[in-house]
């Protein structure tokens, strides 16, 4: 902490007494910082995704390949003929959805549904499909200057569906393709 912030603080402590000031001010601050992640993501200069971990490993999604997360639905009806990553399908808001479990289908193991256990539902027009994780971090940021298209190496074999990865502080964080994975023949190739 540098000593601007802890003016900063300071000021903040000093309206602790005037909620309705303290208020004023964490907006005025919110919006000031908005802007300036606004500035900086019009520009260019930041990558927006998901992490979420699969295995024992941490993966990213491009936000916009994302439409949502949703928990584990507590119903999921199997497909007679389907190969063994495909889980069933499930209502979700009054749409069937296909549930594949991601990890199965790389090869790598199943997914077991746990407390933490989420549905990344993919954003593509022609597929609607939710992906079964082990759990989802939330949003990661990058600047675009972190981005190397070099897959790393991973102990989950999808090498062919990586677009490159971040690499921030010694981390490397794998960039998986949604478009690339769900329009491969391997995906596209449902029945058993």
């Not at 749409?95 to 993919?122: E, K, Y």
Request: charged letters at 25%; hydrophobic letters at 40%.
């Amino acid at each position: 902490m540098n000593a601007s912030d802890g003016g900063t603080v300071e000021n903040l402590r000093a309206l602790r007494d005037r909620p309705f000031e303290l208020l004023k001010e964490l907006e005025k601050r919110s919006r000031t910082n908005a802007a300036g992640v606004g500035a900086e993501a019009a520009a260019g200069g930041e990558w927006v995704g998901v992490a979420f971990r699969m295995g024992g490993e941490t993966f990213l999604l491009a936000r916009e390949e994302t439409r949502e997360v949703l928990g584990h639905p507590s119903s999921v009806t199997r497909i007679p003929g389907a190969k063994t990553w495909i889980k069933g399908l499930a209502n979700i808001r009054g749409q069937l959805m296909p549930m594949l479990d991601l990890r199965q289908f790389l090869g790598s193991g199943v997914t077991v549904a746990g407390r933490n256990t989420r549905i990344i539902v993919v954003n593509h027009r022609e597929v609607p499909v939710g992906l079964i994780v082990d759990e989802v971090h939330g949003f990661r940021r990058f600047a675009e200057s972190e981005f190397s298209a070099d897959p790393p190496p991973t102990v989950i074999r999808c090498d062919s569906y990586l677009a490159g990865a971040f690499r921030r502080s010694g981390e490397v964080w794998p960039v998986l393709s949604m478009k690339v994975l769900v329009e491969s023949q391997g995906f596209l190739q449902a029945a058993s």
